[in-house]
């Protein structure tokens, strides 16, 4: 149960950023310095946390002897996650991307073949493919039925070329999310907590965020006070604060593709957190009697995660994540 709670309150730092950028777009600010601005607060945050708690020696040895893993997986992991989504602010309402990027619940559940489990039987381990979770999936679809209710009303009233501008990126982010996670997570081996590994992903990815700073001031100047005090927010809220919890949950259960696909399941709640959001601060109109039934089959499909999840395995068959 603890990996679920820590994932529900990952969920609602996270669903800041959701609500941020398109504060940010709708002002007038660029997404590549929401996307990069991010990335360089959560540095100083960071490395104070890991440098109090005496582990950054051990982190930079660490890097230094897998440096292209660190950088691709980080690149998959954060750069493809992040910087799609705030492209995607450009032309959707936050609302609907966080809507989208429930597809992540799919996507996690549909990656579990490309990863080796070790199964432990009477006759010694053994390593095997990955297998799709089905229960999960058909939960993650309830919650993904959910989400689709609720935001179809929204949907009706804006135009094809926004939805597919604003869904393709998020398509990719899904996807990018998760895969760069437990890649990192293999790559870490246990070896590294929440912190150590947020703040390595983090520096291994620089190179593509200091590229974006280049680009945007080139192409659209600096960003604004406005902007950077937002970017600021999300960094602390999301880049830090969500993105630890969200890492300790699944560390938690990372030997587990069941478990580990539940907690990754508890970020449907984001669009929850991302529509009271935008009604107090955007002044988004408040949902009909549709939207909250939407509501409510997100509620049953969390639940009924959060139940399968906590189902004992058979003991003579344990799957530990390699």
């Known amino acids: 149960m603890k990996p679920i709670i820590l994932g529900i309150l990952a969920a609602l730092f996270f669903a800041v950023t959701f609500v941020a950028n398109r504060a940010i777009d709708l002002s007038g ?5 929401s996307a990069s601005l991010r990335y360089f607060f959560m540095i100083p945050f960071l490395l104070a946390i890991v440098m109090v708690r005496r582990n950054l020696q051990h982190l930079i040895k660490a890097m230094k002897a897998r440096p292209l893993a660190w950088m691709l997986w980080s690149f998959v992991g954060f750069g493809l996650f992040y910087a799609p989504l705030c ?20 996507s996690g559940s549909l990656l579990a073949p490309l990863f080796l489990e070790t199964i432990h039987t009477c006759t010694g381990p053994k ?14 679809c309830i919650i993904l039925f959910g989400i689709i209710i609720m935001q179809a009303e929204h949907a009706r009233q804006i135009s094809l070329g926004t939805l597919v501008l604003g869904l393709l990126p998020v398509l990719v982010a899904s996807f990018a999310y998760p895969l760069g996670n437990r890649k990192m997570m293999e790559v870490c081996g246990g070896e590294f ?4 590994r947020v703040l390595g992903m983090t520096l291994a990815s620089m190179p593509l965020w200091l ?3 280049v680009y945007g001031y080139f192409t659209v100047g ?8 937002q970017s600021l927010l999300v960094a602390i809220s999301s880049g830090v604060i969500a993105t630890v919890l969200f890492f300790m949950a699944t560390d938690i259960v990372r030997g587990n593709m069941h478990k580990l696909a539940a907690v990754e399941a508890t970020q449907s709640i984001e669009v929850l957190f991302a529509l009271a959001g935008e009604m107090v601060f955007l002044s988004l109109a408040v949902p009909s009697l549709l939207s909250w039934f939407g509501i409510l089959l997100v509620i049953i499909g969390m639940a009924a995660h959060s139940y399968a999840s906590r189902i004992k395995e058979n003991p003579a068959e344990t799957a530990v994540n390699m």
């Open 29 to 33: 600010g660029s997404w590549l310095w």
């Open 87 to 106: 492209l995607a602010a450009a032309y959707s309402p936050g609302w609907l991307i966080a809507g989208t990027w429930q597809i992540t619940i799919i």
């Open 127 to 140: 390593k095997v493919r990955g297998k799709i979770p089905l229960k999960g999936l058909i939960m993650s």
């Open 193 to 196: 907590d929440a912190y150590q």
């Open 211 to 213: 590229v974006l700073s």
């Open 222 to 229: 600096a960003p604004s006070t406005s902007q950077t005090f």
